[in-house]
């Protein structure tokens, strides 16, 4: 596997960053938008690893948790947010 370049990759979590943010403030076309914007979908795939990585990273500073434990946890959030239906429905 080759090693990305640094610089590229935070560019790449930073995108990552600014989808989540177009989609949490309604603009889902900016979102797609920037989406589209990666090069290819490993850039993708590795930039929101790394944004997922340290926005972990951040909750275990605050929390105390064990990765394992905090991962864990999100990923009981992730079914219970699968299995609820959406708004209206």
């Keep these: 596997m080759n ?22 403030r309604g603009d889902l076309v900016g979102a797609e938008a920037l989406l589209a914007a990666f090069p290819d979908d490993p850039a993708r795939v590795r930039g929101f690893c790394l944004l997922a990585e340290l926005a972990l990273s951040l909750v275990r500073a ?20 699968v299995l609820k239906p959406p708004p209206g429905r």
């Design 3 to 24: 090693h990305p370049d640094p610089a590229l990759l935070f560019v790449h979590a930073q995108q990552a960053a600014g989808v989540i943010a177009a989609k949490h």
């Design 62 to 81: 605050q929390t105390g948790q064990s990765m394992d434990d905090l991962v864990q946890e999100l990923t009981l959030h992730m079914a219970t947010a």
